[in-house]
């Protein structure tokens, strides 16, 4: 059968980068914790119980933030937390962001205020999911958390579209070749943290605050073992871009009453990322999904599909991912966005680059180790703070066990899901008002790899100065194709 043959070649470990040894005497403990914060969806709800005010905001929330201070004198500003995205720029253009007043809320950099403001004459196009930004660069200091990184070279944005807020990207380079030293990089040669690694607790609908820890664990946020995953190899990948892929191996639901129905073993790449708002999964998936939800309503115009608010009756239900032995259970709480009055199932159909966005990470305690190409998960949880710091190394996560108590498990199976046909859909959404939805700004298009729209960025500084690895054609477009054809003919066998 197909999908044990693409399981071999996906599951094949992923070459470990070789990374040069690093002298740099690290200051302080070698841990910066940041907290990260849900934002709203800046449109109006139409329906909030009182009592219920934090949950509500917590499940209306569309985008996961960090605060971040930048210059001389420290300015503080709300950024995107992207791991989907390696570089990291601030002051979008609100007059074009997708909710001007949104944007408008936020506050913006103001470089002539900075007296360690440097200013370049690069420019740079950024491209998201959801819009872009054309930047120019500048040299500033940063603080995260109790860190502070100097010289970081980070994008003023000249101009944005759809984006209303600054972006913190965390993600490998997409084409394999760092640009230049991202916020991540620096903050190892300047020895905050001992390794490209950091943790990400982006938590539930019933806490306000996760963290984003750089450089360490917390195992009061989290069950059991922390599973080590290999990052999928930048060629293996379905667009061959180089992001926290990983893959899944099964999905399923448990039920209210305890017993699961689960998928066979599959075998779907899918990289995580906090800097979209939706799961986006295969159309079969996805239809499988959302079709076990009895008076889930097809919307064919967004893709959304529309449920029901109250979930009372579906407590302790859950939407189940798989990843070899480890399972991520996503309470339906977590999985379900209350937008405008209306609640969506948090996942869109999405054949080309599955993601697992922020209604799965809500579920997880995920950390990325750029330097080992390793991700680390477990059932997020709450039980207190005990931080690890990560060293540098093959083995520098620790595989400490979380401290939070396990789950119960199901207690029985209820049947399969059927994820390998796409079906035909039924109950259809027939009203005519949807609600709009601020999104994160999706994974960012990797540079040269995209035919057809112009990657080349419009680079009038000095050449050379920044350009490394720009526009470099990679010659491996066969390949991709070839990837994206084999998804697909697995998922509709
Ligand atoms: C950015 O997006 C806007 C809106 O979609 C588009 O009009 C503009 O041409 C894009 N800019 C670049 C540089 O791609």
């Not at 394999?176 to 990400?200: E, H, W």
């Not at 239900?317 to 969506?344: E, H, P």
Request: hydrophobic share 35%; with cysteine; charged share 15%.
């Amino acid at each position: 059968m197909l999908p044990v043959i693409l399981a071999a070649s996906l599951l094949a470990p992923a070459v470990a980068a070789a990374s040069a040894p690093r002298h740099v005497v690290p200051r302080g403990d070698g841990i910066v914790r940041s907290p990260i914060r849900a934002i709203p969806d800046a449109a109006p709800k139409l329906r909030v119980r009182q009592n219920e005010v934090e949950v509500e905001n917590q499940r209306a929330g569309t985008r996961y933030a960090v605060e971040m201070e930048v210059g001389t004198p420290p300015q503080t500003l709300t950024l995107i937390l992207d791991t989907g995205s390696p570089d990291t720029w601030i002051n979008p253009s609100c007059d074009t962001a997708n909710v001007p007043s949104d944007c408008r809320s936020f506050p913006q950099f103001d470089s002539s205020e900075s007296t360690s403001f440097e200013q370049t004459t690069v420019r740079d196009i950024l491209r998201y999911g959801i819009g872009n930004a054309t930047i120019r660069y500048a040299l500033e200091t940063l603080t995260l958390g109790s860190a502070t990184i100097e010289n970081q070279q980070i994008g003023i944005a000249i101009e944005s579209h759809m984006i209303p807020l600054g972006i913190l990207g965390l993600s490998p380079p997409l084409n394999g070749v760092n640009d230049y030293p991202y916020v991540l990089d620096t903050m190892v040669d300047q020895g905050l943290i001992r390794s490209k690694a950091f943790s990400v607790d982006l938590r539930g609908v019933d806490n306000p605050t996760g963290a984003l820890i750089f450089g360490g664990i917390d195992t009061g946020k989290y069950i059991g073992e922390l599973a080590k995953l290999p990052m999928l190899d930048r060629l293996d990948t379905p667009l061959g871009a180089d992001r926290y892929y990983v893959t899944m191996t099964g999905i399923g639901l448990t039920l209210p009453d305890g017993t699961v129905t689960q998928s066979e073993e599959i075998a779907v790449p899918v990289f995580l990322d906090t800097g979209s708002t939706f799961t986006r999964l295969p159309t079969p998936i996805y239809q499988a999904f959302a079709e076990s939800f009895a008076n889930a309503q097809y919307d064919p115009e967004s893709g959304y599909y529309f449920v029901d608010c109250d979930v009372t009756e579906l407590e302790g239900a859950s939407i189940d991912f798989y990843f070899g032995t480890k399972t991520i259970r996503v309470a339906l709480n977590d999985f379900i966005w209350q937008v405008q009055g209306y609640c969506i199932l948090g996942v869109l159909p999405d054949d080309e680059e599955p993601i697992l966005g922020d209604t799965f990470l809500r579920a997880a305690y995920v950390v990325f180790d750029q330097d080992n190409r390793n991700l680390h998960i477990a059932q997020a949880a709450n039980c207190g703070t005990n931080l690890v710091a990560i060293g540098s190394g093959e083995d520098a996560v620790p595989s400490s066990t979380g401290q939070c108590t396990e789950l119960p498990t199901p207690t029985g199976t209820a049947g399969g899901l059927d994820v390998t046909s796409t079906r035909h859909l039924t109950n259809t959404f027939t009203g005519t008002a949807r609600p709009t939805i601020n999104e994160g700004p999706g994974p960012a298009a990797s540079r040269g790899t995209s035919g057809g729209d112009s990657p080349e960025p419009t680079t009038t500084g000095s050449p050379g100065t920044n350009a490394a690895g720009r526009g470099v054609e990679l010659g491996f477009g066969a390949m991709v194709t070839l990837g994206a054809v084999n998804l697909l003919a697995m998922l509709l066998l």
